[in-house]
């Protein structure tokens, strides 16, 4: 089995809210079979932030290329975009 890259939005009044609706998403867009390489296979998310003068896009980015979320069996990254939006990103088992 491999595993795909994946980036989400989500909206909720907090992070695990919106990781809530996100995963709900990705498993009616892609079934509950498992390895779907979508949020729907993360079962959590760490929260990272942005560092100074760092757009929250710029640190999604900064983490992808660092691989910092680079295990499919690990959490999924998480950033606050503002006005109740999380983008949700890492690898995830495919």
């Given at each position: 089995?491999?595993?795909?890259?994946f980036e989400d939005?989500?909206?909720?009044?907090?992070?695990?809210?919106?990781?809530?609706?996100?995963?709900?998403?990705?498993?009616?867009?892609s079934g509950h079979?498992?390895?779907?390489?979508?949020?729907?296979?993360?079962?959590?998310?760490?929260?990272?932030?942005?560092?100074?003068?760092?757009?929250?896009?710029?640190?999604?980015?900064?983490?992808?290329?660092?691989?910092?979320?680079?295990?499919?069996?690990?959490?999924?990254?998480?950033?606050?975009?503002?006005?109740?939006?999380?983008?949700?990103?890492?690898?995830?088992?495919?």
């Open positions: 089995m491999g595993a795909q890259m939005d989500s909206m909720g009044p907090t992070a695990s809210i919106a990781f809530d609706y996100a995963v709900q998403e990705a498993q009616y867009m079979g498992g390895y779907t390489g979508t949020i729907a296979e993360k079962h959590g998310f760490k929260v990272v932030l942005p560092e100074e003068n760092e757009t929250p896009e710029a640190c999604v980015d900064r983490h992808i290329e660092l691989d910092t979320f680079g295990n499919k069996w690990g959490p999924a990254g998480c950033v606050y975009l503002g006005g109740h939006k999380y983008r949700f990103f890492g690898w995830a088992s495919s």
